[in-house]
């Protein structure tokens, strides 16, 4: 084979070649065109039910919001009407509970004043208990002080035997110490002023005054008990004249402390506890 013969085959064959690589392009060109106008068509119908249901949402969503706001608009209508209701309501509560905070405050302020108060009459009353305290304490040491001077002043009374020999408690020689006596309890007395010619009751007895010596403190007179005469002759002042007297005889003192007079004496009866008291006459 020459030169030339082998250089025309080849450019046929590449020729060839390129016819064959270009309709393979080409077929491939127009199966991807296929393909791509297909899934484009796709696309667009997927693209058209899209708008399609947006415009049914939309419609809904429309008719949705016209329904909400009707129903807002009623609600508004409803939520007006409770909402004065609740004002009303709110504004009384308001104020019962400013009146009840005036009342309070009111109270609180009063309840002060009153502790105030009561705190000063506390104070007051501690400072009277104090000086009721002092004068209690006072007073007891004037009764403690009383006693020891009543149990002295008794001391020194006389104890001594009366005219029937008996012996006589002590013997008050005045008023003072009549009162004495009668402070120590032991015995009634009885004081009297008897005149002459005279009948004066005196406790359970009668007493007769008969005859009297001031000069010499003599005495005489008669004493009347349980339908009894006891004559008691030329008896001596503060001396004790006994008798007994009573169904159940019990021993009676009479007691002559002065002579005012020639027609007048003092003194008084001394009785045992449990004798009878005088009736009223």
Known sequence: MSE???????????????????????VGGLIWTATVSSRVSHQEAALADANQQNLKMAAELRET??????????????????QKQ??????????????????????QKQTAQQVTSVSKEVTNVKTDVGGVRNEVGGVKSDVAQTRTELATAVSQLQSMKGDMGMQSGLIARNHDELELLKHKGDRNYYEFTLNKGEKKP???????????????????????????????????????????????PMLFELVVNSINSKNQITGYLATPKNAPSPTAR
Do not use: C, H, W
């Open 65 to 82: 919001n016209a329904r909400l706001e009707v129903a807002t608009q009623e609600l508004g209508k409803s939520m007006g009407l409770t």
């Open 202 to 248: 005196v406790g359970t007895v009668t007493l007769e005054l008969k005859k009297t010596d001031a000069k010499k403190n003599k005495l005489t007179l008669n004493i009347y008990s349980d339908d009894k005469k006891f004559e008691k002759k030329d008896k001596n002042v503060n001396e004790p004249l006994q008798f007994y007297s009573g169904k159940t």
């Open 86 to 107: 609740m004002d009303a309501r709110a504004d009384d509560i308001i104020a019962r509970q400013d009146a009840a905070n005036a009342r309070l405050e009111t109270a």
């Open 4 to 26: 030339f013969e082998s250089t025309p085959r080849t450019n046929s064959n590449a020729l060839l070649a390129a016819l064959a690589v270009a309709l393979l392009a080409g």
